[in-house]
């Protein structure tokens, strides 16, 4: 059965609390629409861990800078209503940018930190916008737990911190990244790739396998590290580095050796489409231990 698209606050809040009344936990998925695998990984979790779940579909203007892709970020919601149907949401909320953001919106939401290096670099106020409109989507869904894909790395470090930091009652989840058979994590964007560029765009998942088969062998310089990333996709034809980085997995500061949980993140343009993807890189344990 299709699940109702709602576009306004109130009605989503009618409905959560028709919800709540009954008795029943909700799951929240906050989506740009587009659904893919990755989305439904994230639906089915929703579905398996709560009686009643929301999956949001909003393009949010304010995480896309002047020159990005807003206008062309594909918008399919009648066949994200298909998908979103047949593996069980309960409704769907779609609002417009007015409903979210009324004449005279002028507060935001800055995690500070987090955010300078990474994604956040190449796009400044992209986790601005993001913090702000998923605080919204938390206070207007009043969710158990929201479900978040590891793809977007900082992304889900920076929504988890501000949960925290700002006493937000609902749980926040991140599940693995979902991926194509060769390997391409599962995206939005991977619809924009023409076939040469999609075969060539493997290159991100075979720089991070790349990157573990080292850390097996024992390497932890981190500049040999994000070298031998850089090398990967430089030799892609097509391809055009944004960024090859290893961080530490809870702060995503810069290190110079891997002693513990680090997060190998790349970003890469094929084109006018800029790719993402990373891994969790945990060195071994010495002998012994």
């Known amino acids: 059965m299709l699940p109702p698209v ?14 709540r009344r009954a008795g029943k936990s909700i799951g929240l998925v906050p989506t740009m629409g587009a659904l893919h695998a990755g989305h439904a990984s994230l639906i089915r979790a ?8 929301v999956v949001t579909i909003f393009v949010n203007p304010t995480q896309f800078a002047p020159n990005e892709d807003l206008d062309r970020y594909p918008r399919s919601l009648e066949a994200d209503r298909q998908l979103c149907g047949a593996i ?28 300078d290096g990474l994604c956040g670099a190449s796009r400044p106020g992209h986790f601005r916008g993001v913090a702000t409109v998923v605080l919204k989507l938390f206070n207007i869904i009043q969710a158990d737990a929201a479900y978040f894909g590891q793809k977007d790395a900082q992304q889900a470090r920076i929504i988890g911190q501000m949960a925290a930091d700002l006493n937000v009652p609902t749980t926040v989840r991140v599940l693995p990244i979902v991926r194509e058979p060769d390997g391409l994590a599962m995206s939005s964007r991977n619809r924009y790739l023409d076939p040469i560029q999609r075969r060539n765009a493997t290159a991100l998942f075979q720089a991070l396998e790349q990157l573990k088969r080292l850390v ?21 034809p097509g391809a055009r580095l944004d960024f090859a980085q290893v961080v530490d997995a809870d702060t995503l500061r810069p290190i110079d050796r891997l002693q513990r949980p680090a997060l190998a993140a790349l970003a890469v343009w094929f084109g006018g489409t800029r790719l993402i993807d990373n891994t969790i890189l945990e060195p071994p344990a010495p002998p012994g231990k």
């Open 88 to 115: 069980g949401t309960d409704v769907i909320f779609a609002p417009t940018p007015p409903e979210m953001y009324p004449p005279g919106f002028c507060t935001w939401v800055d995690v500070t930190g987090l955010p």
């Open 216 to 236: 097996a062998g024992g390497e932890r310089d981190v500049s040999k590290l994000e070298s031998a990333m850089t090398e990967v996709i430089t030799a892609t």
């Open 46 to 53: 929703a579905r398996a861990e709560n009686d009643f779940v």
């Open 6 to 19: 709602v576009n306004t606050i109130a009605g989503v809040r009618q409905s959560v609390a028709d919800a």
